[in-house]
């Protein structure tokens, strides 16, 4: 009961406590505990962005606990493209939800919507802001596959500019004793907002330019998309498409116990033909944001405590 009503906008909000109660209630529903934990609930899944995973494994977590869902899979099939604002969209269908799952493409969208609304708000990705829910599934696969997240060493490689699973799985991870690599071109570096973060939390980080250099040393690489999208000018997006690729070339730079993480959608940072290896555990991830999102509907209901 805790947690009931919280809304879900930005890992600075949490804290570990929140985070070590979801990882454990995850585990429990992933055992089969917690079905219909909000059964007879409403839940909105308004997607004003694009999305496979985050959309589809809300759906079916929302199957799992047994609520039925509304909503929308774009904003071109919403009153949006009649004009209508993002809070009378949101204050109408508060009317009608418990619990709102809402993606939107400009940052602070949903900070806005829990501003407006009575039920509580999870963001599923809110441009290159925060995405909340991706970051639980990433650290409950991470604690699950390595027994734990204490003195991990982790690369971050990609795009750590606009990447909003990095923005919220850094904050995350201030909060255990980890150690960080971030892997990135000069001009996708972590913003230093975030780098103030985690000296703030004391966190020891090392910036490299190639995974390469520190491969042997990671526990976990967790590669990311260059976010095309929203790159202003696409001048400066072609000089860094590409620049990275995990392949049977290079793989072993890493040491054989590192686990591969991506949040996907993938372009070309990880060739298919690694998808085979015992370390690449990325699809394994995907199917974990079932679990986490049902036990994360459960717990903001009230009903898993
Ligand atoms: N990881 C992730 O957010 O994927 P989607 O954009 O497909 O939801």
């Known amino acids: 009961m805790k947690y009931k009503g919280l809304d879900i906008i930005s890992l600075r909000d949490l804290d570990r406590d929140f985070l070590d109660f979801l990882l454990a209630k995850t585990k429990e529903v992933k055992e089969g ?4 934990s909000c059964k007879g609930m409403v839940v909105a899944s308004l997607f004003f962005e694009p999305s496979t995973r985050t959309k589809l494994s809300f759906d079916t977590a929302i199957a799992l606990t047994g609520a039925s869902m509304i909503g929308f899979s774009s904003a071109g099939t919403s009153s949006t493209a009649k004009g209508e604002s993002l809070s009378d969209t949101i204050k109408t269908v508060d009317q009608y939800a418990d619990i709102i799952v809402m993606r939107h493409s400009i940052e602070g969208a949903a900070r806005r919507a829990a501003e407006v609304a009575q039920a509580p708000i999870i963001n599923a990705g809110d441009g290159a802001n925060q995405h909340p829910t991706q970051t639980f599934l990433d650290l409950f696969t991470i604690h699950e596959l390595k027994g734990g997240i204490e003195k991990l060493k982790i690369g971050l490689m990609g795009d750590l500019r606009f990447g909003r699973m990095i923005h919220s799985l850094a904050m995350a991870l201030s909060y255990y004793n980890v150690e960080l690599y971030l892997i990135s071109p ?11 973060y985690l000296d703030s939390k004391n966190i020891k980080y090392h910036i490299v330019e190639d995974f390469v250099e520190v491969g042997k040393e990671l526990d976990v690489l967790y590669c990311t998309r260059i976010q095309r999208e929203r790159f202003a000018d696409p001048v400066e997006y072609e000089k860094v498409a590409g620049c990275y690729e995990i392949s049977s070339k290079n793989i072993d730079s890493l040491s054989k116990d590192t686990i591969i993480l991506h949040p996907l959608p993938r372009v070309n940072e990880i060739n298919p033909e690694v998808d085979n290896d015992p370390r690449a555990k990325y699809f394994y991830q ?18 898993i405590s």
């Not at 000069?186 to 103030?196: A, G, K, R, V």
């Not at 995907?286 to 009903?303: D, E, P, Q, S």
Request: net charge positive; proline share 3%; charged share 10%.
């Open 186 to 196: 000069s001009i996708l570096q972590l913003p230093s907002y975030y780098l103030d």
């Open 286 to 303: 995907a199917k974990n944001g079932v679990y986490t999102r049902a036990a994360l509907l459960g717990i903001v209901a009230g009903n």
């Open 33 to 36: 505990k917690w079905q219909n």
